[in-house]
């Protein structure tokens, strides 16, 4: 009696969200409260449930999303991956999984964070899709990158619902994709082991080398009348593996074993059958039969939020590598091309050092080893160094920045003559902006400030010896009878 009366008022108040959100739904059917009850009894409040059916009592539309399943999501929207299965009828079952280097959880399903089933694969049946999703998960906003599949068409569709997150093609995608088409090709056995044995290897370790080496094989062992059905191009798009590649081998490996499974899973229970009710059905009796991993989800997230605040929490490495991805591509997209190889050498110079980066209330003092520089973060962004000051660029100390910031370029944070269309050729911006003057004048005034910091820091006795040294040198370069200040 009491669950039949959380039922009906979970029912009504479902309702009227979807009321007051101008959604109509019909009246949620017994049977989907049937294959519901698990996830009742488990959840500390009702998961979000809208369906629609047809006159054949056919489900129309479908969107489901516990509310464990929402909780993930609050806490990892940054990367979302999805993927599409199509049943005998031809309706298709949209699951949202979270995806990313700080997305630590076992179990095949345990990355779900949402199931639907749009009346249609049209933009109208899309766009309510993804409108309904936002609407039950606020953190959509910070949802930075959508990976998808290479068939995937309603683009214009997900970007436009989407403005902010990039999309991408998913490095697994493309690897089922190539899978499909070596079998379709109806090789000899020894080349197909040997494209499929790469492709694994490949895809394991994708580093820009490997890719470029499993390009040369397919261009070589493929017929050019065939090539194109593979897209081979994929391969050389670094956008798409960078995504991916802060995955060590070891990680690689289970990351698509694991997608493997679950998509196998979905296949199995909603992709054999015709019935898109039975096939919903199956599919939740299974998370529930293998539901442990909601327990340790919950007890790894109330250690968490019991025993440290979430902002002092250290960054994985493997984040950082993401943002330092990030800053790549706003370089490349933002800057000409002679910018864009001066910046990204003062990039490498900071993804192999240390930072020190201390707040003030208008500036921050960054050191990556070396000496300490102003940075303003304001736009247009600048820095003390001679980099900066020279070419006007962003420098390491505010690259730097940015990656402790977890933020990329913005085009406001360079001059215009730097911007992509701007400048022709490296030659002739570094012949213009380079400067003797400016560089003797920037290396007394930086040796100025370091001597002025040494002297600041030490005791009146190692004051004295420092400055008589100081004294002496002076001497002996404009001679003793002239009043040099120090």
């Known amino acids: 009696m009491i669950l039949e009366r959380l039922k009906a008022s979970w029912t009504a108040a479902l309702q009227r969200k979807y009321f ?78 979270v995806d990313g280097p700080r997305v630590q959880l076992e179990g095949h399903l345990a990355r779900a964070v949402y199931f639907a089933i749009p009346a249609k694969e049209d933009t109208e049946g899309l766009a309510q899709m993804f409108q309904i999703f936002k609407k039950f998960n606020p953190a959509w906003e910070r949802v930075c990158t959508i990976l998808v599949d290479p068939h995937f068409l309603p683009l214009p569709t997900l970007a436009m619902e989407f403005p902010a997150a990039e999309v991408l093609l998913s490095a697994f995608h493309i690897c089922k994709f190539l899978q499909a088409k070596f079998y379709q ?34 261009s070589n062992c493929i017929p050019p009348a065939r090539l194109p059905e593979l897209h081979s191009h994929w391969l050389l798009n670094d956008r798409i593996w960078l995504a991916h590649r802060w995955r060590s081998r070891a990680e690689s490996s289970r990351y698509f074993q694991s997608l493997e499974v679950t998509t196998h899973i979905l296949s199995q229970f909603f992709g054999t059958t015709p019935s898109e009710k039975q096939g919903m059905a199956s599919l939740f009796r299974y998370m529930q039969q293998n539901s442990a991993d909601m327990a340790n989800f919950n007890q790894g997230l109330c ?61 921050m003092n960054i050191q990556i080893l070396e000496d300490t520089h102003k940075v303003q973060p304001q736009p247009p962004a600048s ?52 400067s003797e003057t400016l560089d003797k004048h920037l290396a007394v005034t930086h040796l100025t400030e370091e001597v002025g910091q040494l002297l600041q820091h030490c005791s009146k006795e190692e004051f004295e010896r420092r400055y008589s040294t100081l004294r002496e040198l002076a001497d002996s370069w404009i001679g003793p009878y002239e009043q040099v200040q120090l």
């Open 20 to 97: 007051d959100l101008g959604i109509w739904t019909s009246p949620i059917s017994p049977m989907a409260l049937t294959m519901l009850n698990g996830h009742l009894i488990k959840d500390s409040s009702p998961p979000m449930l809208l369906h629609q059916v047809n006159k054949t009592a056919q489900l129309d539309t479908f969107n489901y999303q516990s509310c464990f399943m929402q909780s993930i999501f609050d806490h990892f929207p940054e990367i979302l991956f999805i993927h599409r299965t199509y049943n005998p009828r031809g309706k298709v079952l949209y699951t949202f999984l």
């Open 185 to 218: 090709l109806s090789l000899e056995r020894p080349m197909e082991r040997l494209l499929l044995t790469s492709l694994q290897s490949t895809m394991c370790s994708a580093t820009a080398g490997n890719l470029r080496k499993l390009y040369t094989l397919l």
């Open 303 to 363: 250690a968490q939020n019991n025993h440290a605040p979430s902002d002092t929490i250290p960054e994985s490495p493997k984040v950082e590598q993401l943002v330092e991805s990030r800053i790549q591509h706003s370089l490349n997209a933002i800057c000409t091309g002679p910018a864009a190889q001066l910046c990204l050498g003062e990039l490498a110079v900071v993804q192999k050092s240390t930072h020190l980066i201390g707040s003030g209330s208008e500036k």
């Open 383 to 434: 820095c003390s160094c001679y980099f900066n000051q020279a070419f006007h660029l962003p420098c390491r100390h505010i690259l730097a920045m940015l990656s402790a910031r977890r933020q990329v370029l913005q085009p406001d944070m360079l001059p215009a003559q730097w911007t992509a269309g701007c400048a022709t050729s490296l030659d002739s911006i570094l012949g213009s902006k380079w």
